[in-house]
């Protein structure tokens, strides 16, 4: 274990971790050093490359708080979060489809009752959202708990506002006996995730553009269902096709309507998997 | 670009990624996305497992700060930084061989005379180094800028004290007209790198010891010559075999030779490799 070298380095860290007593962590440090070193080795990177290395995954780390989660964005923005999406979430077809939580989410939003108006003040266009929650049967999931979160017209979320104390375009109701939810907010609108960390710095110069579609968060869940995270996106934005996070998936497009009176309705329905017993 | 699924996801994001301008950007990037989306694929990575990465990676970086660098530590007992260091110095037998830099090194070090007392202060029993920095021919290298710094008796460096507002057991020296210096210091202990975050709680959970052999570090620059990085450790250390960082090399080990009158004396010649012109 001494005179280590370029070629031995990595039998004797991966000798190491056989110690480990959980085999599944074991599993997974011993993979990710035997890539991690396969990155290293084949790019022959360098030791100021390194010392970039060292300094933006810092920087990403001092961007994180409790309202911004930087290391989750450079996750989305490098495709990890859907692949890590795709693989646990091969449902039946019929349900509705996941797709990446991103940074925005967060664990206190208020709750409110069905119908509510969630926007509470966020600017933007009025937009009416209903649905209904339901099995792959078609019968109703009552009581699901339906979180809510969106970005508002300047495309920004509320936790994004420092000045901000309460939330915004963003809540959890609850279905009703129908599974039916309806809920009032502020029209989505496609905007660039953020570009003021070292994520955006990263998208910048790799020729990346930074922008999302518009869409609505919702994550949801009931007894006796897989959780459901996933987005709904609007029909012939202009960014289907370029997601900066890879997160469109055809499933979750839906029509925006103008109701010609100033007023956007969505009506799109949830269908859950049921729990493996 | 849209329902990329777990086989589609890897040539999607390096696809985007051939809009890199810096060519050398785009290698790293494109070779990045693919270990880590590979190494999530073979692992089967969870979403669970996934978040928890986020959150370690998050805590890792709440735990930098300008005196500790626990992304250097994580990629230190993780092999990487050796790997590193041994591709980036394939140097002509003779030359003193790299090592780790180590999460500890600060650029402001206070500059003081050859032969100066660098402990000031600093908990241990006294320590004479006195040494050459000469060229692989044997000609002495004269004012070479040689950065030392060490832990303490206490097995702490200066930066870890809270309360220490003054460097101690570390400072910057010149090498004088013949290439020798000389410097007074404490005695190095084997020390365990710190384990108060998040990397000493997976060297834990893996069941790695966190204990490196006693060393001293120097930092040696010249005009004309490759700069050195690298360690003096000290023949017989119980952990010259187990260094939780894999930084030990068979010819950075010296006797370090014990008076008999509560001094010890260490002498090591530094061979610096002369820059390609």
């Keep these: 274990m001494r005179n280590l070298n370029q070629e031995t380095i990595t039998q004797a860290v991966i000798a190491r971790l056989a110690q480990t007593p959980d085999a599944r962590l074991k599993e997974l440090m011993t993979s990710l050093v035997q890539h991690l070193h396969a990155f290293a080795r ?34 989305d ?37 069905n119908g509510a108006d969630l926007a509470r003040g966020a600017p933007g266009q009025p937009c009416l959202v209903q649905g209904r929650v339901c099995a792959l049967d078609g019968a109703a999931v009552a009581g699901a708990e339906v979180e809510f979160w969106q970005s508002d017209a300047e495309g920004r979320y509320d936790v994004q506002y420092e000045d901000l104390d309460e939330h915004r375009a963003r809540g959890v109701l609850s279905s009703g006996s129908d599974g039916r939810f309806e809920l009032r907010t502020v029209l989505a609108l496609p905007y660039p995730v953020p570009v003021d960390g070292p994520v955006g710095q990263l998208l910048g110069a790799t020729g990346g553009h ?7 968060h919702f994550k ?3 007894p006796g269902y897989e959780p459901l995270t996933t987005h709904v996106y ?11 996070v890879y997160g469109v998936r055809h499933s979750l497009i839906a029509p925006w309507v103008d109701d010609g009176q100033g007023m956007h309705r969505i009506e799109f329905d949830f269908v859950l998997q049921r729990r493996a017993l």
């Design 42 to 75: 084949e790019t022959r990177l360098t030791e100021p490359e390194w010392q970039m290395g060292i300094e933006f995954l810092t920087a990403v780390g001092h961007k994180c708080s409790p309202t911004r989660q930087e290391f989750v964005l450079l996750s």
């Design 77 to 113: 923005v490098l495709g990890l979060s859907t692949l890590t999406v795709a693989m646990n979430h091969d449902k039946p077809a019929g349900c509705t489809e996941s797709t990446v939580l991103g940074p925005f989410y967060v664990a206190d939003a208020p709750r409110l009752p």
């Design 210 to 216: 930074p922008w999302r579609p518009a869409h609505m």
């Design 220 to 222: 949801i869940s009931a």
């Design 234 to 244: 609007r029909q012939d934005d202009p960014y289907l096709d370029s997601d900066a």
